[in-house]
């Protein structure tokens, strides 16, 4: 066994006993010790995905599910560079992921060698370490090879979540033939659990800081919450009940979906329609947990009309407040401080329950509800299908066994705006922190891997055809990823910008028009594929996919031209909703 053997079982070995459960190799020659030691450990369970793009997506989506960081393996050159867009979405969304890249050895960088490219620093600032310890040798002991492994797993979680890069040159040959190995004693690895044991830091929330919140809490305000650690959703349940303002619960949330929320004001996004609700802003507090919420009139009312008390929680160090205007920053682990402030709380003596402003917002959500059903529901068998009311029953009908993955761009916004929270409370995730539309797929893929159960992603068109290579892994799929594809021709958000009044430029330079359909990708991938006319029929085929449990693309066209014009038509309806105060 030579060298780049032994660092290779080394490294993988020490990957398992960290219970790293998935890795993600895009195949290639200098990452062959790499490969060679997944493929022979027992206890590695691989995925091969040959495009690294739809790999490091796949990872982020994984590791998004299970929380614990899924590994990359690639060969060197531009293979490295392909996971950057991943890698930069993990970073902010504070995802653990481990990258292992594979390199030219110091004699052959910078020589014009094969597939050479400089690989060190390649991600800059969007990992939370980067690392190189040279080409294996026996200069550079195992010891520290495995005590690198363990840092570099520590540093996925701690002490701020996000990739961690190691850079492996290896030299050729990547492995002995078998002739030398017959006559060569390997010597086995025997450990059984890692090597270096990293007890993470855990910060502890005075009690005092909380009791001074709790002391200069104003008689109103709104809990808002973005996208939190899922273990935080019950606690969170609790702090909502117990504190009864309303709960403005972003799509990310965890919350957003099913009945089982208290206080949530489910439609907040359309009640801060500009005349809808006849209110003035009167409320004296906002507190908000987790990461910046999705609605741009949630952020809008922090920039412009801000509480007098504007408090942050969250359980990292990173500054997220985009209005400037939260004042007061809590950093504490999530249910440490739902726990205290409920604990606190239940000493209180409570003078009313819930509180008459609570009560006003969840009797004008409901208003909201009761006018949606009328709006989406008429004719639905002839009516023109659109994206929104799309979106809006799929929210209805999602079982409660499935994840919902969402797209970005009309997807996340129609969700947001408009999903209902009548239906299942189902695991729920996003790529938000960078927002891109790449990967969308490969996330969803990894991120059913992750749960370990179904998924349903709605997507549009052009994030779908970004992923075209990540079809293969929608037919490849353990649990079946249904793939909700609105098809409108084109960029649909890009409809609600000013420019699109430039009609000479618009269409050719923003709209981004195609023609095409995805029957035939289907087909190529063997994936089932449906083509509903109505929501109706939607509702039919979507539930046979469900039943014949396999992957499946079911293709709704819409006219994204129309979209603006759909969203007015139900502010305009909203608005003769009559919103008592009383």
């Not at 620093?121 to 080409?135: A, E, I, M, Q, S």
């Not at 906002?286 to 929680?313: C, D, Y």
């Not at 916004?413 to 996003?430: E, N, Q, W």
């Not at 960078?434 to 159960?453: F, V």
Request: charge should be negative; proline fraction near 6%; glycine fraction near 6%.
């Amino acid at each position: 066994m030579n060298w780049n053997e032994r660092w290779g079982d080394l490294i993988i070995e020490e990957l398992v006993l960290h219970d790293t459960e998935c890795f993600c190799i895009s195949p290639g020659s200098r990452s062959t010790p790499l490969t060679l030691a997944v493929a022979k450990n027992s206890r590695a369970k691989s995925v091969i995905i040959n495009d690294e793009r739809a790999s490091a997506y796949y990872a982020l989506g994984h590791a998004r599910a299970s929380g614990r960081p899924a590994v990359l393996i690639c060969t060197s050159g531009t293979a490295t560079a392909n996971y950057l867009p991943a890698v930069i979405e993990a970073s902010v969304e504070q995802i653990p992921m481990l990258v292992l890249t594979s390199d030219r050895p110091p004699e052959l960088r910078e020589t014009g060698a094969n597939q050479s490219i400089n690989q060190s620093f390649l991600f800059g600032t969007h990992v939370r370490w980067f690392f190189d310890p040279g080409c294996p040798c026996s200069e550079f002991k195992e010891e520290a090879l495995l005590s690198t492994i363990d840092h570099a797993i520590s540093k996925t979680y701690s002490p701020l979540p996000g990739p961690v890069q190691l850079n492996f040159p290896f030299r050729e040959p990547f492995f002995e033939n078998f002739e030398n190995k017959k006559n060569n004693k390997v010597e086995k690895i025997q450990q059984e659990k890692p090597y270096v044991r990293n007890t993470p830091y855990s910060k502890v929330l005075p009690k005092s800081e909380i009791k001074t919140l709790l002391k200069h809490r104003p008689k109103s305000g709104i809990l808002s919450i973005g996208r939190v650690p899922t273990n935080s959703i019950n606690s969170l349940k609790k702090l909502a009940l117990e504190l009864a303002w309303p709960v403005f619960a972003d799509i990310t949330s965890g919350l957003r979906l099913g009945e089982d929320c208290p206080n949530r004001i489910t439609y907040y996004d359309q009640l801060l329609i500009e005349g809808l609700y006849p209110w003035e802003w009167d409320f004296e507090a906002i507190w908000h947990i987790g990461f910046p919420p999705t609605s741009k009139r949630w952020l809008t009312q922090w920039e412009k009309n801000p509480a007098s008390q504007m408090v942050w929680i969250a359980d990292h160090a990173e500054r997220h407040d985009q209005s400037h205007n939260f004042r007061w920053r809590i950093e504490s682990e999530i249910v440490d401080f739902c726990n205290l402030v409920v604990h606190e709380l239940q000493l209180e003596e409570r003078l009313e329950v819930p509180p008459i402003k609570t009560k006003h917002l969840l009797h004008a959500s409901e208003k909201v509800e009761f006018a949606m059903e009328q709006h989406f529901s008429l004719d639905s068998v002839k009516k023109e299908i659109d994206d929104f009311a799309l979106s809006r029953r799929l929210t209805e009908i999602i079982p409660k066994t499935h994840g919902f993955f969402i797209g970005n761009s009309i997807p996340v916004r129609a969700v947001d705006m408009l999903g209902s929270g009548k239906g299942a409370a189902i695991p729920t995730a996003l790529n938000r922190g960078a927002s891109g539309i790449d990967g969308i797929i490969a996330s969803a893929c990894g991120y059913s891997s992750g749960l370990q159960r179904p998924v349903s992603l709605l997507i549009g068109d052009l994030s779908a055809m970004h992923d075209l290579n990540s079809f293969k892994l929608l037919a490849d799929s353990p649990e079946p990823v249904l793939v909700v594809l609105l098809n409108n021709h084109g960029g649909g958000i890009f409809s609600f910008l000013p420019v699109v009044r430039q009609t000479d430029i618009f269409e050719t330079f923003f709209a981004t028009p195609h023609s095409n359909d995805f029957m035939s990708v289907a087909k190529i991938f063997g994936l089932n594929y449906f083509r509903p006319h109505s929501i109706s029929t939607f509702v039919k085929d979507y539930e046979q996919a469900v039943l014949e449990n396999k992957s499946a693309i079911i293709e709704i066209f819409t006219k994204r031209e129309k979209n603006p014009q759909q969203l007015e038509a139900l502010a305009q309806k909203l608005k003769k909703c009559t919103f008592e105060s009383s």
